[in-house]
């Protein structure tokens, strides 16, 4: 069974399979739970090797606090030489990026 972990209203599902680790997040990424998450996303950072992908489907709501989780995420990725990327991003999510101006520096798969 998959870890799954709850941070105030989030909830994160980490699977792993082979070389990829999957953060599946649902509810909200904000001020309340960007800090726990961090530390969700160093556990999976530990074990990833080629492609970390987070799995924004299920998220209802996302600040610039996400934003900037999700932009740590991707600098480490870069320093650490493998992949993040974000899948099934919600139009909110997606705006958000978009007014940081940071969407294009992500893969985006659905």
Same mark, same amino acid.
Request: hydrophobic share 40%.
């Given at each position: ?19 990829? $680790?999957? *953060? ?5 990424? =904000?001020?309340?739970?960007?800090? %726990? @998450?961090? !530390?969700?996303?160093?556990? /999976? ?8 992908? $987070?799995? *924004? ?5 996302? =600040?610039?606090?996400?934003?900037? %989780? @999700?932009? !740590?995420?991707?600098?480490? /990725? ?10 099934? *991003? ?12 940071? @969407?294009? !520096? ?5």
């Amino acid at each position: 069974m998959s870890p799954e972990s709850r941070i105030g209203r989030l909830i994160v599902q980490r699977t792993q399979a082979a070389d990829t $680790v999957t *953060l599946e997040l649902r509810g909200e990424l =904000d001020l309340a739970s960007t800090k %726990a @998450l961090q !530390r969700e996303m160093e556990r /999976a950072q530990d074990c990833v090797s080629h492609k970390l992908i $987070v799995d *924004l489907g299920e998220v209802t709501f996302m =600040d610039s606090t996400g934003v900037s %989780a @999700l932009v !740590r995420a991707l600098q480490h /990725a870069e320093r650490n030489e493998y992949r993040l990327c974000l899948r099934r *991003l919600p139009a909110q999510a997606r705006r958000v990026l978009e007014m940081a101006g940071v @969407l294009p !520096r992500f893969e985006l798969i659905d």
